[in-house]
């Protein structure tokens, strides 16, 4: 996929979003493309198909999409159809979010536990966030669930990571008896 080109877009898009002051109606558009596509796989299908026409691609994103999007949205998709690029549509939603986040102060703590998180565990987890990246920023948490974490939680926030799983543990354990031995 071409990131650059998708890059490229979505800068666009969100600088003409913040001149117009839709950036937060775009940014809730630009949410649920990103979402959708991840969980069509028609929707996928159709987007990256070489055999179909970018107009009939055009015509299926506003089918789906049409009737909530902003009209700087559905701009996007014209352009996009134009320029024969319908298939970045997903990677420019998803660069979209990660420009306004930044633009927001916004930062993204993925959390990924065995079990879905409580309100009590979600807050700890924030002031554990709050703390790696400073006051000033803004918290959102993502809960990603595996249960073969067996327990504890991996927090992920950029490049940091503190990983206090179970399964983790044990594997500290088991390289620290093989060295010794």
Same mark, same amino acid.
């Given at each position: 996929?071409?990131?650059?080109?998708?890059?490229?877009?979505?800068?666009?898009?969100?600088?003409?979003?913040?001149?117009?002051?839709?950036?937060?109606?775009?940014?809730?558009?630009?949410?649920?493309?990103?979402?959708?596509?991840?969980?069509?796989?028609?929707?996928?299908?159709?987007?990256?198909?070489?055999?179909?026409?970018?107009?009939?691609?055009?015509?299926?994103?506003?089918? @789906?999409?049409?009737?909530?999007?902003?009209?700087?949205?559905?701009?996007?998709?014209?352009?996009?159809?134009?320029?024969?690029?319908?298939?970045?549509?997903?990677?420019?939603?998803?660069?979209?979010?990660?420009?306004?986040?930044?633009?927001?102060?916004?930062?993204?703590?993925? *959390?990924?536990?065995?079990?879905?998180?409580?309100?009590?565990?979600?807050?700890?987890?924030?002031?554990?966030?709050?703390?790696? @990246?400073?006051?000033?920023?803004?918290?959102?948490?993502?809960?990603?669930?595996?249960?073969?974490?067996?327990?504890?939680? @991996?927090?992920?926030?950029?490049?940091?990571?503190?990983?206090?799983?179970? *399964?983790?543990?044990?594997?500290?354990?088991?390289?620290?008896?093989?060295?010794?031995?």
């Amino acid at each position: 996929m071409n990131t650059r080109a998708a890059n490229r877009y979505a800068k666009a898009l969100i600088e003409l979003a913040s001149q117009t002051h839709q950036e937060d109606a775009v940014y809730a558009d630009m949410q649920n493309i990103a979402l959708s596509i991840v969980a069509s796989k028609d929707l996928q299908q159709v987007l990256k198909s070489p055999i179909l026409e970018n107009t009939l691609k055009k015509s299926a994103v506003d089918a @789906v999409f049409g009737k909530n999007a902003q009209p700087l949205t559905l701009k996007l998709f014209g352009l996009l159809a134009e320029n024969k690029r319908m298939e970045l549509l997903q990677a420019i939603a998803t660069q979209y979010q990660t420009l306004y986040n930044t633009q927001k102060g916004i930062v993204k703590a993925v *959390v990924t536990t065995a079990i879905a998180l409580d309100e009590a565990l979600k807050t700890k987890i924030l002031q554990k966030s709050q703390e790696i @990246v400073g006051s000033g920023k803004k918290i959102t948490i993502e809960n990603k669930i595996d249960p073969s974490l067996i327990g504890g939680f @991996v927090l992920r926030i950029g490049d940091v990571q503190v990983d206090t799983s179970i *399964v983790n543990q044990l594997q500290k354990l088991k390289r620290d008896l093989v060295e010794n031995n």
